[in-house]
């Protein structure tokens, strides 16, 4: 059975509601939406910079100092473990942590 324009407009009206329906969002969100669009995009910019970053951290890397009486210092800084955590938890996932229960359970049945 074919759909009449009445129902067709009417259907039209009751889509554009839908948008609008439910709680209004309150100031302080819609702030907080904005500013992670902001970081959002940000990031998404820079990522493979970011990225080259965490590579350096987690394999460890040569930082170029220099002393307030001109005199440069090259340091070696360590890998860092939760870079290279980080790193494995994007590419293979978070590993599953278990919890081994060794006390005992007991149920305290209360009649009121």
Excluded: C, W
Excluded at 4 to 32: D, F, P, V
Excluded at 75 to 83: A, H, L, Q, R
Aim: avoid cysteine; proline fraction near 3%.
């Amino acid at each position: 059975m074919p759909i009449t324009e009445r129902q067709r407009e009417h259907l039209k009206r009751a889509r554009a509601n839908i948008k609008h329906a439910g709680r209004k969002k309150a100031g302080h969100t819609l702030s907080a939406e904005k500013a992670r669009e902001i970081l959002v995009n940000s990031v998404t910019s820079r990522m493979k910079e970011l990225l080259e970053a965490k590579y350096a951290l987690a394999l460890g890397h040569k930082k170029l100092t220099t002393t307030k009486l001109g005199r440069e210092i090259v340091y070696t800084v360590s890998p860092d473990g939760t870079s290279i955590e980080y790193l494995f938890n994007q590419a293979i996932g978070k590993p599953q942590e278990s919890v081994k229960h060794t006390g005992e359970i007991r149920t305290l049945i209360v009649d009121i």
